[in-house]
């Protein structure tokens, strides 16, 4: 079968294109892999692709003002010549948006925040805030599928290749908006939330002092998160939110600090490989669904963890 795997904005492989990358290769069974990035193409990307068994990568010759409408279009020339069965994607909000578009267009099943795939293009799911996991199979030609990040191990293929590269153009853009500006977030050297195979999350129990939290996460060398009565709170960005109404992480190691564990915050984090929770209120839901529980004030608890980390370094 043939996968194109959308890999954004991509300059370069991080860890979230290198997992799709190999999702796609293991599915493929002898199709071709073919990778799209919706900037010109770099050096970087095509050496970065080589490892993963990629066989065609396409790239436009310029970034376009009307940037939606025209990501649409590059996406749905390269599934033209491509031909795939299955275009895979993380779960950004720019790939769910171009998926949701081409979906309908071509008449294409839409499937985000997958967990696993099958040869058969089954697609495993968490529903109903995580409380459930379910299995569907696509009945369309072609599919698109979002994949949570950590979801598989990133594994280079047993042999490398030298992908062809093509140059791009979108095919029928329909700008139906334009984008007139647009504000980058602030620039973080912590690894990004959805992608973090560690997160330090905090919540009301800290009070509105995150430094601790950022502390903890920062020796650890991962992201940091909250739940909604800290970002409602205003203590840390919205973006920082897990949960239902926020976005899902799946990291190995989910630090919980002052989070009570309410269901709407666990949907976003439940899938966590292993669960550390700290809380001073030993009935607190979060200890359910932790693999090592820690019932004590944070600001004991805290300074004690990443003194001792310190020291182990
Ligand atoms: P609390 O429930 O107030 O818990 C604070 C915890 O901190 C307590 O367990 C307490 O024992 C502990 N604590 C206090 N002080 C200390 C200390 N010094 N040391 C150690 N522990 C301490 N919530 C989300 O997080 N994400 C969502 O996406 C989300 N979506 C929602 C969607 C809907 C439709 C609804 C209705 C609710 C949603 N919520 C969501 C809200 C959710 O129900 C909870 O209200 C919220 O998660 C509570 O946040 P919290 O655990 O930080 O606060």
Redesign the pocket.
């Known amino acids: 079968m043939n996968i194109l795997v959308d890999l954004g904005h991509a300059e370069s492989i991080a860890s979230a294109e290198a997992e799709l990358l190999t999702m796609a290769l293991s599915l493929a069974d002898g199709g071709v892999v073919s990778a799209l990035t919706h900037v010109p193409l770099q050096d970087q990307l095509v050496a970065d692709l080589g490892p993963y068994g990629v066989g065609r990568v396409f790239a436009p010759q310029t970034v376009a003002a009307d940037v939606s409408a025209t990501d649409t279009g590059l996406l749905e020339s390269v599934i033209r010549e491509t031909g795939p069965r299955l275009v895979l994607a993380s779960p950004t909000a720019d790939a769910t948006e171009w998926f949701g578009r081409l979906g309908a267009r071509l008449g294409a099943a839409v499937i985000t925040e997958a967990i696993a795939l099958a040869e058969d293009r089954t697609v495993t799911k968490s529903v109903l805030a995580g409380t459930h996991t379910t299995r569907v199979v696509p009945k369309t030609d072609l599919v698109f599928v979002t994949v949570k990040a950590n979801s598989i191990e990133a594994q280079p293929a047993p042999s490398a290749t030298t992908p062809q590269t093509h140059r791009c153009e979108p095919g029928i853009a329909r700008p139906a908006a334009r984008i007139v500006s647009t504000s980058p977030a602030p620039v973080s050297d912590r690894p990004k939330l959805t992608e973090a195979r560690v997160v330090v999350a905090g919540?009301?129990?800290l009070?509105g002092d995150f430094s601790l939290v950022e502390q903890l996460a920062d020796e650890l060398g991962g992201a940091v998160g909250a739940?909604?009565?800290?970002t409602d709170a205003g203590w840390i960005e919205h973006s920082a939110?897990?949960?239902?109404?926020?976005v899902t992480v799946s990291p190995q190691l989910f630090v919980s600090v002052?989070?009570?564990?309410?269901v709407?915050?666990r949907?976003?984090m439940q899938t966590s490989k292993v669960i550390v929770a700290?809380?001073?209120?030993e009935e607190?839901q979060v200890f359910e669904i932790a693999d090592f529980g820690i019932v004590?004030?944070?600001?004991d608890v805290l300074p004690q963890a990443i003194a001792e980390i310190r020291r182990r370094r």
């Not at 939110?241 to 926020?246: L, N």
């Not at 004590?296 to 600001?299: M, V």
Request: charged share 20%.
């Open positions: 919540g009301r129990g009070d739940s909604r009565a800290a939110q897990i949960g239902q109404t926020g002052g989070i009570s564990g309410a709407q915050q949907a976003g700290i809380n001073k209120d607190a004590g004030d944070l600001n």
